[in-house]
């Protein structure tokens, strides 16, 4: 088990974070970050979409409204799930920490050590360098 996905806090993730702000989602259904999103709101959460072009645009992705930052969301937001290369992931952490979210959420491949070191001493939950639809069916798999 690998300390990017402690159990107690994937847990904490699936089955008790409702909001999750997903960083990147601009509503291209060929994204991962698309199918996640659906994914997510098919098991109950509610999804926030974060992508720069709600700057210039109206963002709507499946049927949420989106925004250009974390900081325009006007309400509190559980989870920062990021789907960007890990040379750009660090600033979503720290974007989170700032907006006060609860948890941090890096996707597969998305790696980054000294913002999971950031995220954790702020006293939030991680998960790094995984995917909670990949949780969600291993749940399945074992039972």
Do not use: N
Not at 21 to 31: F, H, K
């Amino acid at each position: 088990m690998d300390a990017w996905s402690d159990p107690a806090a994937v847990d904490w993730f699936l089955d008790d974070a409702q909001v999750w702000a997903i960083v990147g989602l601009s509503g291209d259904p060929w994204r991962s970050a698309y199918s996640v999103a659906a994914e997510l709101q098919h098991r109950g959460k509610t999804i926030v979409p974060i992508h720069p072009k709600a700057a210039t645009e109206e963002l709507i992705v499946l049927g949420e409204k989106g925004y250009a930052t974390l900081a325009e969301v006007p309400f509190p937001i559980d989870v920062v799930d990021v789907f960007r290369r890990s040379d750009a992931a660090g600033e979503f952490a720290d974007q989170a920490i700032a907006a006060g979210a609860a948890g941090v959420w890096f996707q597969m491949g998305v790696i980054d050590d000294e913002a999971f070191g950031r995220v954790r001493a702020a006293g939030l939950r991680m998960v790094m360098d995984d995917c909670p639809s990949h949780q969600w069916h291993a749940r399945g798999r074992r039972g």
